[in-house]
């Protein structure tokens, strides 16, 4: 295979990684070919223009930058980057791309359950660290995130993340992920990683795929999916391909007893139900021999529902005899355009030029709820009410130039640079009037008129990427980039990775670079507030005269700084092993202020116009803001290993290992106006302790005749949290903000196995179990257990909280 050299991230039109590729830019994962072998697509080549027609070897998941005869593998890559091809996603048994990710890669986790509107999106967190240090990219296209923020407290608060099931599975051909700080090349928010989703472009084939399956062991959480992916030629240069996806879950609910009742009746904290369409379309074209049109399309639409706490008869009696349990509703349209143009012109040069429109629009509302002090003045009130509306855009536009020079055999040079702007955008839109009077509805108050708003800023960027072989065995890469934001100001990244091989089987490599955040609009300018049975919390936003009564300063961006150093051996011929530990130190990170409690929060609340509801204990009202409140130190170690045995007439067995090592220090809290610590021990424990220490995972995938059996075993390591004491707690820790029981998640194994046959040449049925012994965290004790309802620490990045999950699944290739 053949060497890749990358560009900077950003403007590149189809892709990335620059020292880091594992497939070469004609050739991708072929995931439809049972012999693994690799597909090197040929619509896009011109026969009689050999030389000159923008042929595959600007695929569009890649940019070449040296002659395309020295594209090297993955494991040849100056940075560590992982290569998951289709069918690894597809073995997992997981029906969205944010879980199969997680059940392949140890450096990625995934909290075990969202609260609120959280629990609508899947925040997968690289290297322990928060969803927003994460850059995901499409086709190598910069990806909008989401317009809903996680407001609520935890490891992920603050984060809007790139929602990934947005993208229909039956889509990809494979994903990279850069496990390196990449600031220099991709955007300077590249803290913790890239990760570059890269999507088919297969012709004449049309391939379909159903799934089913529920947590057999809790009776519930039953989840079906359909799917689809075909492809044409477009004439003999171009390709295009459509592919979508239809899946719904149903609702995973905790069941346990209610203090106040003693019956399971409160089906809150569980996993929210959801019905999802997606789909994309992707396509290439040549319009001369030199020139290339391409483009991407996605829409995907969901509609999801997450069942808050039970409210007792005595809440509204009139309307709810029985009680009730509010449902919050999320109607949410997702859609991005790329439309770009490339070519080369005198000197060898190649340019690239796209523009990038991504949104997501999310209208909240609430249903079986009702606000009783409205109810109570007016003798009336509505049953369900719009409650907030959020959309957030990116439009994204790239330059993207490059040259390959060759000085000898040896000694060869990668020129690439380029300029992006992207302008962002976000609107908060208030809920109906019955939504917030007078306390608001029961579930979560709407938002108010003075909540809404709309913001946008300007994000100019340019970069220069020199890839510089000095000799055969010697690789250095030297990148910078320039950001400037019309909000927060300037911002200057640089990176510097050396590799060098001493033979064939033992290479060094190192990087060192620098990052760089700037706050998001949804981080400045979200503003909320929940209304629980027993009390409220609040969100301020930043810059408002509510959170400055706090000690609130305004935000200013995150810095970071990346080291990283490792080993690519291969000890004996196909066993294939890299090392590289890392440590990532990012400034001022941005979390939630010093949680507020009493008559601070509820003084503060007040200034936001919005009246508490009656009643309410003091001492659970609290309230927060983002602030820049900590520095952070992430260390770690990352371990992969593979090792292909051909066992003849009893098949193939592909054995692999993947380990992370994780941890996470603080060394500096920051303190707010008012001289207060802006981190309390339970915030603290979110940073550092919330994500595994260690992941391990143990895969072998045995091919024989017309079977295949894929076995996994993962292990995750110790959480520890700092649980609040809830309403059964004695009433001097009850809510309380300083006193809290430290609480260990201890080790596990998880098992997973799936089973395959290959009916006909066109049908393959698989039937597996996630999890199959049903191995469940440990339970929180019932003094921190709210309402006696929550048995699991939902904050914590570890063992599924849903037990074994059982499916089967058909695949029909025509």
């Given at each position: 295979m053949r060497r890749l050299r990358g560009v900077v991230a950003v403007p590149v039109a189809l892709a990335l990684f620059p020292s880091a590729y594992a497939m070469p830019l004609h050739a991708s994962i072929n995931t439809h070919n049972n012999k693994n072998k690799i597909h090197r697509p040929t619509t896009l080549k011109k026969k009689k223009h050999p030389r000159t027609s923008l042929d595959a070897h600007s695929a569009e998941h890649m940019v070449v930058t040296r002659n395309s005869s020295i594209l090297r593998r993955a494991?040849?890559?100056?940075?560590?980057?992982?290569?998951?091809?289709?069918?690894?996603?597809?073995?997992?048994?997981?029906?969205?791309?944010?879980?199969?990710?997680?059940?392949?890669?140890?450096?990625?986790?995934?909290?075990?359950?969202?609260?609120?509107?959280?629990?609508?999106?899947?925040?997968?967190?690289?290297?322990?660290?928060?969803?927003?240090?994460?850059?995901?990219?499409?086709?190598?296209?910069?990806?909008?995130?989401?317009?809903?923020?996680?407001?609520?407290?935890?490891?992920?608060?603050?984060?809007?993340?790139?929602?990934?099931?947005?993208?229909?599975?039956?889509?990809?051909?494979?994903?990279?992920?850069?496990?390196?700080?990449?600031?220099?090349?991709?955007?300077?928010?590249?803290?913790?990683?890239?990760?570059?989703?890269?999507?088919?472009?297969?012709?004449?084939?049309?391939?379909a795929d159903a799934q089913t399956g529920a947590n057999a062991y809790n009776g519930d959480g039953w989840q079906y999916q359909f799917g689809f992916d075909g492809g044409l030629p477009l004439g003999n240069d171009g390709y295009i391909n459509l592919s979508g996806q239809m899946y719904h879950t149903d609702h995973f609910i905790q069941k346990g007893i209610d203090d106040r009742t003693g019956k399971e009746d409160d089906p809150a904290l569980s996993l929210a139900e959801e019905t999802r369409q997606t789909t994309s379309l992707n396509f290439g074209k040549n319009i001369t021999p030199s020139l290339q049109l391409y483009g991407l399309a996605t829409y995907a639409h969901r509609h999801g529902e997450s069942l808050q706490d039970y409210r007792t008869p005595h809440i509204l009696p009139q309307l709810y005899p029985d009680g009730f349990v509010p449902i919050e509703a999320l109607e949410e349209q997702d859609y991005a355009f790329t439309l770009g143009l490339k070519g080369h012109f005198w000197g060898g040069f190649r340019w690239d030029l796209s523009s990038t429109y991504g949104a997501d629009d999310d209208h909240m509302s609430l249903k079986?709820?009702?606000?009783?002090?409205?109810?109570?003045?007016?003798?009336?009130?509505?049953?369900?009410?719009?409650?907030?509306?959020?959309?957030?855009?990116?439009?994204?536009?790239?330059?993207?130039?490059?040259?390959?020079?060759?000085?000898?055999?040896?000694?060869?040079?990668?020129?690439?640079?380029?300029?992006?702007?992207?302008?962002?955008?976000?609107?908060?839109?208030?809920?109906?009037?019955?939504?917030?009077?007078?306390?608001?509805?029961?579930?979560?108050?709407?938002?108010?008129?003075?909540?809404?708003?709309?913001?946008?800023?300007?994000?100019?960027?340019?970069?220069v990427d020199t890839n510089i072989h000095i000799t055969r065995k010697l690789n250095i890469d030297l990148g910078g980039r320039y950001e400037h934001y019309t909000d927060v100001g300037n911002s200057q990244t640089g990176k510097v990775a050396v590799r060098y091989d001493f033979n064939r089987r033992i290479a060094v490599r190192a990087t060192l670079n620098n990052g760089f955040r700037a706050p998001t609009l949804l981080e400045e300018h979200y503003s909320a507030l929940n209304v629980t049975p027993f009390g409220a919390s609040a969100n301020l936003p930043v810059n408002s005269t509510a959170a400055s009564s706090l000690?609130?300063?305004?935000?200013?961006?995150?810095?970071?700084?990346?080291?990283?150093?490792?080993?690519?051996?291969e000890p004996i011929d196909h066993l294939h092993v890299t090392i590289d530990a890392y440590q990532i130190n990012i400034r001022d990170r941005i979390v939630p202020g010093g949680s507020y409690q009493g008559e601070n929060a509820e003084n503060a609340i007040g200034l936001t116009g919005a009246t508490l509801p009656g009643g309410l204990d003091p001492q659970n009202v609290t309230a927060a803001y983002f602030t820049n409140g900590a520095s952070t130190r992430t260390q770690g170690l990352d371990i992969m290993a593979s090792y292909p045995l051909h066992l003849h007439r009893y098949g193939n067995l592909d054995l692999s290992l993947a380990l992370n090592l994780n941890r996470t220090r603080i060394h500096h809290i920051a303190t707010d106006g008012n001289g207060n610590p802006q981190l309390n021990a339970q915030q603290i424990g979110y940073l550092t302790t919330a994500s595994p220490r260690s992941k391990i995972i143990l895969n072998a995938y045995w091919t024989i005749g017309k079977w295949n059996v894929n076995v996994r075993q993962t292990r995750y390591g110790q959480t520890t949290s700092n649980l609040t004491y809830e309403d059964s707690a004695p009433a001097n820790l009850q809510y309380s903000q300083t006193q809290f029981r430290h609480f260990v998640n201890p080790p596990a194994w998880l098992t997973d196995l799936e089973v395959g046959y290959q009916a006909t040449r066109r049908i393959h049925v698989a039937v597996g179990a996630n999890n199959i012994f049903n191995v469940r965290p440990r339970r929180t004790p019932p003094e921190n257990s709210y309402l006696g309802t929550l048995h699991y620490d939902n904050n914590s990045s570890g063992i599924p909280m849903t037990g074994g999950y059982y499916y089967g699944r058909i695949n029909i290739s025509l």
């Open positions: 494991r040849a890559s100056i940075s560590p980057v992982d290569i998951i091809s289709a069918k690894e996603l597809h073995r997992t048994g997981q029906i969205n791309l944010a879980d199969a990710l997680a059940r392949v890669n140890p450096s990625v986790t995934i909290g075990m359950a969202g609260w609120d509107a959280g629990a609508f999106t899947s925040s997968i967190r690289l290297r322990g660290l928060n969803p927003n240090h994460t850059l995901v990219l499409i086709n190598g296209k910069r990806r909008h995130t989401t317009a809903s923020i996680y407001a609520d407290s935890g490891p992920q608060e603050g984060s809007s993340p790139v929602d990934l099931n947005m993208i229909p599975a039956e889509a990809i051909d494979h994903i990279e992920v850069l496990r390196d700080g990449s600031g220099s090349e991709y955007g300077a928010d590249a803290i913790a990683g890239v990760i570059n989703i890269v999507l088919k472009k297969t012709t004449n084939k049309l391939e079986n709820s009702g606000n009783p002090a409205l109810y109570e003045a007016t003798g009336y009130t509505p049953t369900r009410v719009r409650t907030e509306t959020f959309r957030h855009a990116q439009w994204t536009n790239d330059l993207a130039i490059r040259r390959h020079f060759s000085l000898n055999n040896e000694q060869k040079i990668d020129l690439s640079f380029g300029a992006q702007h992207r302008l962002d955008t976000y609107r908060i839109g208030a809920g109906d009037p019955a939504s917030y009077l007078d306390g608001g509805t029961q579930g979560f108050a709407g938002l108010m008129p003075e909540n809404a708003g709309k913001w946008d800023r300007d994000v100019w960027s340019g970069y000690g609130a300063r305004p935000l200013k961006p995150e810095r970071s700084t990346n080291l990283s150093g490792g080993f690519v051996l």
